[in-house]
């Protein structure tokens, strides 16, 4: 069985500071692993995936995240946040079925 | 192209009241999800379409709930009556299908459904 954890609900950054958005996976086979992000009253849209080959993924709006096995980890970063990035980012994976397991999110907060 | 597309926005309804929710996927995309998103919570998968075909409907709970997609295209889903812990947002996504790898096809997401129930 596929799972996504994410620690915390909330992260606070400075304008033109790092974002680090933490997950972990569970996964009883090789994973495929997704960043989505959500703005407010908005579907969701995917960002970044790792499906198979080089484990750091680069996405849209300069986000990218690094795929390690021997942590399972999946975690999403920007190196200088911008105010229109606030919003609510969600990690998913899927196994052989391809049905998408999400995370409960995690608000990003960026302060002027 | 045109996105995913649902209505209504929003709904508010008394408990054991009936509601249907509608959704139009994007042109030629012949797998369609629906979704529910309860506050504080991620995304989970109601069902599942390939076609008008139901691929997985194991987390739909039918005594309640129901959904259709009789010509492969639009889709609606329903709820009969309705409870207090229904209240969420229901998003409806579609993709290309399900030929290659688990995540080949990217699932598009429409604005949803934002249900409360009093």
């Known amino acids: 069985a596929q799972s996504v954890t994410q620690l915390g609900s909330h992260v606070s950054v400075s304008e033109g500071a790092l974002v680090l958005l933490r997950c972990n996976y569970s996964s009883s086979v090789p994973p495929y692993l997704f960043w989505y992000v959500q703005y407010p009253n908005q579907g969701l849209q995917l960002l970044l995936k790792y499906t198979t080959g080089a484990t750091l993924v680069k996405g849209i709006n300069g986000f990218e995240a690094e795929f390690k096995k021997s942590e399972t980890s999946f975690h999403l970063t920007k190196p200088s946040a911008h105010m229109s990035d606030a919003a609510e980012y969600f990690c998913?994976?899927?196994?052989?079925?391809?049905?998408?397991?999400f995370g409960k999110g995690i608000t990003l907060s960026v302060r002027p | 192209e045109a996105g995913v597309a649902q209505s209504p926005r929003y709904k508010i309804i008394e408990k054991r009241q009936s509601v249907a929710f509608w959704c139009n996927p994007i042109?030629?995309?012949?797998?369609l999800y629906w979704y529910q998103q309860i506050l504080g919570q991620g995304p989970k998968l109601l069902i599942q379409f390939q076609n008008n075909g139901v691929v997985d409907d194991s987390q739909l709970p039918k005594d309640r709930f129901s959904a259709e997609r009789l010509k492969g295209v639009d889709s609606t889903l329903k709820i009969q009556p309705a409870k207090l812990e229904d209240s969420a947002v229901y998003l409806c996504?579609?993709?290309?299908?399900?030929?290659?790898?688990?995540?080949?096809?990217?699932?598009?997401f429409g604005p949803g459904t934002r249900l409360t129930v009093l």
């Open positions: 998913a994976n899927t196994g052989a079925n391809s049905k998408l397991t």
């Open positions: 996504a579609s993709s290309r299908g399900l030929a290659g790898p688990p995540g080949h096809n990217e699932q598009f």
């Open positions: 042109s030629g995309h012949a797998t």
